[in-house]
């Protein structure tokens, strides 16, 4: 594949991730995806039509019948998807997925849940929450706005970060596997499904939800950004950035497991292996989550989020990333979490959205459960062990053929 085919490709799966619900800053691009050659069936120009025309009456010969024999595709079999372009392809994939999870509302959040059913319609689903968001009161948002305010200080030296990271934050993330806009097509187009899930999910969360955002609580808070026009809660960019970075984390070989080690050579408390050679700077599952929790935190920077949206943003994006790959076959049982924002008490100290919270936790990997925080984000009995997604497995496993072996 060209590097001008795989640029295309990667144009093309913004142009997906828009279409199933991304934000309004990604629809520009998507435009020019959806009208691009490569990216989708289009209309020819008036003068190549007549061209095309002229040439067709001028070589075609004597009409023969039909002389071609393609091979007859099996029902319902999932390499077909490989056959249609690639927009159709993720939207196809991405409707699988809707038809095996949604969003619901509880008594004080939502949920999103795994729905368990079979090819009889006639028959009962089961759901199972996989992530839920209980949310805080508005007098927990006028506490939090003083963290809003102190990372007001960083602006300047964020600037660079917040402006290209307010639509789609996918180049740093991929920048840490050395994922490259020329290569890997399959790879694009699994984050980008990734990303277009993890943003449908988290749109209906914020929705239920219905919370504010900080500059509605102080006119001194003047994001640097528009806010965007939807809820606070819980942090898009923490959600889609942790789900990225969870799935990476699983597909390509050398990441996974990785745990860097601190500057003493030792883990901190932490459990993992190390990695060495000339891939320890990069293939780390520990950079992965850093610089989703650097995203999530420029957010609070910028303005438009509170410290706990990104909580439980991250908390939501870790478990979409672990359901995402249990669908592809390769993440077996997914254990359900929550976010409490009951539990935040309003007159106590309060949470920062910082990088230790989701490190220092002996033992902990983002690839293997989520950041516990006391009361506030906590694992919860319920327990999913998904029936792989056809389509989606097919689309996992050439993604990660496009991946050498890493020592």
């Known amino acids: 594949m060209s590097e001008l085919s795989a640029q295309t490709a990667v144009t093309a799966v913004t142009a997906v991730t828009a279409v199933s619900g991304m934000t309004a800053v990604s629809s520009g691009t998507a435009v020019t995806a959806v009208s691009g050659t490569t990216a989708v069936a289009g209309n020819y120009d008036g003068a190549t039509a007549g061209g095309v025309l002229t040439a067709r009456d001028g070589?075609?010969?004597?009409?023969?019948?039909?002389?071609?024999?393609?091979?007859?595709?099996?029902?319902?079999d999932p390499d077909s998807i490989f056959s249609w372009s690639q927009r159709i392809r993720l939207i196809t994939v991405m409707q699988s997925l809707a038809s095996q999870s949604g969003v619901v509302a509880t008594q004080n959040g939502a949920s999103f849940y795994h729905a368990d059913g079979t090819a009889d319609l006639s028959q009962p689903v089961t759901r199972t929450a996989i992530g839920t968001v209980t949310r805080a009161g508005h007098d927990v948002l006028r506490a939090q706005l003083e963290h809003v305010r102190n990372y007001a200080d960083l602006r300047a030296d964020r600037m660079v970060e917040i402006l290209t990271q307010a639509g789609h934050p996918q180049p740093y993330i991929f920048g840490v596997a050395g994922l490259h806009s020329g290569q890997k097509q399959f790879t694009h187009e699994l984050m980008g499904l990734v990303q277009g899930f993890a943003t449908n999910i988290v749109l209906?969360?914020?929705?239920?939800?219905?919370?504010?955002?900080?500059?509605?609580?102080?006119?001194?808070?003047?994001?640097?950004?528009?806010?965007?026009?939807h809820g606070t809660l819980p942090s898009g960019h923490a959600t889609e950035s942790f789900a990225m970075a969870v799935v990476l984390g699983k597909l390509v070989p050398g990441i996974a497991g990785a745990v860097m080690p601190e500057a003493d050579g030792t883990f901190g408390g932490r459990q993992g292996v190390a990695v060495t050679g000339p891939e320890a700077d990069h293939t780390s599952v520990d950079q992965l989550v850093r610089q989703a929790a650097r995203i999530a935190i420029n957010r609070t920077v910028a303005g438009v989020h509170f410290p706990i949206d990104s909580i439980a943003g991250a908390m939501l994006g870790i478990q979409i990333g672990h359901y995402i790959a249990a669908l592809a076959g390769s993440g077996g049982t997914v254990q359900g979490a929550s976010f409490n924002g009951h539990s935040i008490d309003p007159a106590g100290p309060q949470t920062d959205m910082r990088t230790s919270v989701y490190l220092s936790r002996p033992g902990f990997s983002a690839l293997h459960d989520v950041p516990e925080d006391g009361t506030l984000v906590t694992h919860t009995a319920d327990t999913v062990t998904p029936t792989a997604n056809p389509m989606l497995q097919a689309l996992w496993t050439r993604a990660q053929g496009e991946w050498p072996a890493r020592g």
């Open 59 to 76: 070589v075609i010969g004597e009409w023969q019948g039909a002389t071609l024999s393609p091979a007859e595709r099996g029902l319902n």
């Open 204 to 229: 209906s969360v914020k929705n239920i939800l219905g919370m504010q955002r900080p500059d509605m609580f102080s006119g001194q808070i003047q994001p640097v950004i528009p806010t965007p026009g």
